[in-house]
């Protein structure tokens, strides 16, 4: 059988919106004629009539967060302890790379209101409707309505989340990774602060992040194209940037199909 692979994963771009301003990431681009003045001084005497049709190297200079794009949070993004106090919350490099290649499932809450939370009811519906059982070590993917909002203006505010309880209900059953096709496994935070100016509620905040200070999982955000998947039957394999104690690195996410 061919194996069919899938990009999941968001482009890094100046072009789509996919951030908060001070989040942004910032690409400069220089072409094969700037790379010319850069690769000059490396070889006293060469000339740019030297180089094939005058050309030297293309490069990039990246302003990044390491949330940016598609990328894993570690359980230290969530919190500086995990099991309930018991130990200090990994980093991303601390992560276990056989968590990355995995089974996948794909759970469809593109009809959720954006700023939803959703459930343990609402993840253990779903499956049952997708029938599938979840095992440990499924990476589940949450398809959610900020899809089809990328490359808008509000991308960011999209989107169902993932509350405390559906979060512990997944890792409860073995499962160590998680993703979404939002900008945070939680509900938008503009709609998260609507709630919380209505109720003074603080439980109600990152409420899904951390429910990791309890059990520690790692999670992906900003995926994309999670609507070609089918809900089962495939393969993910999602390994993040080893970045030294950091709380998340960057990862291209690809799902495989017949593997």
């Given at each position: 059988?061919?194996?069919?692979?899938?990009?999941?994963?968001?482009?890094?771009?100046?072009?789509?919106?996919?951030?908060?301003?001070?989040?942004?990431?910032?690409?400069?681009?220089?072409?094969?004629?700037?790379?010319?003045?850069?690769?000059?001084?490396f070889f006293p005497g060469l000339t740019r009539q030297d180089l094939p049709d005058g050309e030297a190297w293309a490069v990039e200079e990246v302003r990044l967060s390491?949330?940016?794009?598609?990328?894993?949070?570690?359980?230290?993004?969530?919190?500086?302890?995990?099991?309930?106090?018991?130990?200090?919350?990994?980093?991303?490099?601390?992560?276990?790379?056989d968590l990355f290649w995995r089974p996948g499932v794909k759970l469809d809450f593109r009809h959720f209101a954006d700023g939803y939370v959703a459930s343990a009811s609402d993840v253990s519906d779903e499956l049952a409707r997708i029938g599938h059982d979840l095992a440990p070590f499924d990476i589940v993917l949450v398809n959610t309505s900020a899809s089809a909002a990328y490359g808008g203006?509000?991308?960011?505010?999209?989107?169902?989340g993932i509350g405390r309880e559906a979060t512990l209900y997944l890792t409860g059953r073995g499962v160590q990774v998680v993703g979404t096709d939002a900008w945070s496994w939680d509900a938008p935070f503009v709609h998260t602060a609507r709630k919380y100016a209505e109720t003074g509620n603080p439980?109600?905040?990152?409420?899904?992040?951390?429910?990791?200070?309890?059990?520690?999982?790692?999670?992906?955000?900003?995926?994309?194209?999670?609507?070609?998947?089918?809900?089962h039957g495939f393969t993910i394999a999602c390994f993040p940037v080893k970045i030294a104690r950091a709380s998340a690195g960057w990862v291209r996410a690809v799902a495989m199909i017949g593997a």
């Open positions: 059988m061919t194996t069919r692979f899938i990009d999941i994963s968001m482009p890094i771009t100046n072009d789509v919106l996919t951030d908060p301003p001070a989040l942004r990431p910032h690409i400069t681009y220089s072409d094969h004629q700037d790379g010319v003045g850069q690769m000059l001084p390491t949330h940016s794009g598609s990328h894993m949070d570690a359980p230290w993004h969530f919190h500086s302890t995990t099991d309930n106090g018991a130990r200090a919350a990994p980093t991303i490099d601390e992560a276990p790379l203006p509000d991308y960011v505010a999209s989107g169902c439980a109600i905040i990152w409420e899904g992040h951390k429910a990791g200070r309890e059990m520690p999982y790692y999670q992906m955000e900003k995926l994309q194209n999670l609507e070609a998947l089918p809900a």
